[in-house]
């Protein structure tokens, strides 16, 4: 079992900086595929960035590709979604998220653990 919890939202200018941070409990972190997803208001919730277990493997939306930088730091068992140049469409929620598998996908239903999400609102 794996509890997560995200820190780190805020109300932000466009063309800021924000970092999310995601802390995990439990001994298998190190193993975990894990990633962060968002959901704006009325739109369903989507990925956003994804890491493997080590931390070699990064993917991204294309929404936030050379924007979002993705981390991790197995040895406190935290993730990190460091956010720039924002826009008002990143306004959203932000759920970390966590896969026993090694790896995450794009795919809501190949995550087996969520956090209860941290809101970043982006004003113009």
């Known amino acids: 079992q794996v509890q997560l919890v995200e820190s780190g939202g805020g109300l932000v200018q466009a063309g800021d900086s924000l970092r999310v941070s995601c802390a995990a409990s439990?001994?298998?972190?190190?193993?975990?595929?894990m990633g962060w997803f968002r959901q704006a208001p009325g739109k369903e919730r989507e990925f956003v960035a994804g890491?493997?277990?080590?931390?070699?493997?990064?993917h991204y939306a294309d929404s936030v590709k050379g924007r979002f930088t993705i981390s991790r730091d197995n040895a406190k068992n935290m993730q990190f979604l460091q956010m720039n140049s924002l826009k008002p469409e990143d306004t959203a929620v932000y759920y970390c998220?966590?896969?026993?598998?090694?790896?995450?996908?794009?795919?809501?239903?190949?995550?087996?653990?969520w956090g209860q999400g941290t809101q970043v609102t982006v004003s113009s």
């Open positions: 998220a966590a896969r026993r598998s090694g790896y995450m996908t794009t795919l809501i239903d190949d995550v087996d653990y």
């Open positions: 890491i493997s277990w080590t931390g070699a493997l990064k």
């Open positions: 439990g001994r298998a972190f190190s193993s975990y595929g």
